[in-house]
């Protein structure tokens, strides 16, 4: 998009760099994933939640991963308050509970599709993302991983996306690494999420451990691929009990149907201490990221909250971008500038009753409307007075009478 364009002499600023506005059929397919996404988490339980563009500074830096907090864009709001742009719909939603309901009342399920806003890193160049996701507040135990990965799965198989996700487990790397120092858990931790293995093998090297131990965390970064990785990881520890959480949920996963479509991961991670069991990213089949999750009791406990919680946040341009539906666009052009306005409401009602889209054109010119028309590739136009529609593609004309209206 040009951030500037130049229309009947007067220049237009366009949208600040890494902000986009969206029309037309893309607009259009990000309200159908909006639409379809958000009613299916409605038959779910999950609630409509809208938080505040803002946020202020001091509710958020410490308690988001420094890795996000280190994101935000910070400013100050016209009455004096330290603020950022809303980076994150997680901590809204948890600070949204914690005062607005009682812990007699969990589990709270909510669900939202809002832009949040963070400095990008390169390449990334957006400012500014639409998110879609659910949050699951002081849950009901081991089900609620389950209600949420078929959720996730289910709404892109309903936007008709393949998908497979990149499934990790953040209790199964913190009990790996809790013989380490914290600092050096830290720096491993870091390595492994920056994709920096060679970074991750030197540190290892600077280590004092067992055999067993550094054939495990030597391992952890190739411990990928299907279901049957939980095995060999157990296989590597003293303690394969570790594994049963997770190797339980593939199981539910599986029988679902979803288990072709889970790769398992250790090297996959999220922070330490926010963090706290199952953690994933969702792909395209063709590899495009379309958003992740993972549990977070970590979050509750920092606030000073009992429980756990879980979530997923999904990009909505990604989504509309791989999705095989849309909002219907309008594909009639209606120009009645020379009709009753009464009558042609009428009959845009039977239009719509009958599912047909259309736009009216109140334009006084009909030759000006026809023009119109064709400019916005229209491919039929009609002239309610005359009541007669035209193919703009084929030159053809027909007869209200005459026309099948069941083509529209």
């Not at 890494?18 to 607009?27: L, N, P, R, V, Y």
């Not at 259009?28 to 809208?50: D, I, Q, T, V």
């Not at 060679?198 to 067992?210: G, I, N, S, V, W």
Request: proline residues 4%; glycine residues 10%; hydrophobic residues 40%.
């Amino acid at each position: 998009m040009k951030d500037h364009v130049l229309k009947r002499g007067i220049e237009m600023q366009g949208n600040p760099k890494g902000c986009s506005s969206f029309g037309g059929s893309m607009a259009a397919k990000l309200e159908y994933c909006r639409n379809r996404a958000m009613e299916l988490f409605a038959l779910y339980g999950y609630r409509p939640f809208s938080p505040a563009e803002l946020q202020l500074l001091s509710g958020v830096w410490d308690n988001l991963p420094h890795s996000e907090a280190e994101k935000l864009i910070a400013l100050t709001s016209p009455y004096g308050e330290p603020c950022v742009l809303r980076g994150d719909l997680t901590l809204s939603a948890v600070t949204y509970l914690s005062t607005h309901f009682s812990d007699e009342e969990r589990p709270l399920r909510l669900s939202y599709a809002e832009r949040v806003f963070s400095v990008p890193k390169p390449p990334k160049h957006n400012l500014e993302q639409n998110q879609i996701g659910v949050e699951l507040i002081g849950w009901e135990g081991a089900g609620a991983d389950v209600e949420l990965l078929a959720l996730l799965f289910r709404t892109l198989d309903m936007l008709g996306i393949d998908s497979v996700i990149a499934l990790g487990d953040m209790s199964v790397t913190a009990k790996i690494f809790s013989a380490l120092p914290k600092d050096v858990s830290e720096i491993l931790t870091g390595h492994l999420m920056n994709g920096s293995y060679t970074a991750y093998e030197k540190t290892l090297e600077t280590l004092y451990l067992t055999t067993d131990k550094m054939t495990l965390l030597s391992a952890l970064p190739s411990l990928r691929g299907g279901v049957e990785t939980i095995d060999r990881a157990a296989e590597l520890t003293d303690n394969p009990a570790l594994f049963e959480p997770l190797k339980k949920l593939c199981a539910s996963l599986d029988s679902l149907g979803y288990g072709k479509k889970i790769c398992i991961d250790f090297s996959f991670l999220r922070e330490l201490g926010y963090y706290s069991g199952p953690v994933f990213n969702v792909y395209t089949k063709e590899g495009t990221l379309l958003g992740g999750g993972g549990r977070y009791d970590g979050l509750l406990a920092k606030l000073g909250m009992d429980g756990e919680a879980a979530g997923f946040a999904l990009d909505l341009k990604e989504l509309a971008d791989n999705c095989s539906g849309s909002l219907p666009l309008p594909k009639l052009m209606l120009w009645c500038g020379a009709a009753d306005s009464a009558e042609v409401l009428k009959f845009a009602e039977e239009l719509r009753s009958r599912g047909i889209s259309f736009e009216l054109s109140w334009n006084k010119n009909r030759e000006e409307s026809k023009s119109a028309a064709h400019l916005r590739k229209y491919g039929i136009w009609a002239d309610f007075s005359e009541k007669k529609i035209y193919n703009l593609n084929s030159g053809r004309e027909y007869g209200f009478d005459a026309f099948d209206w069941g083509l529209l």
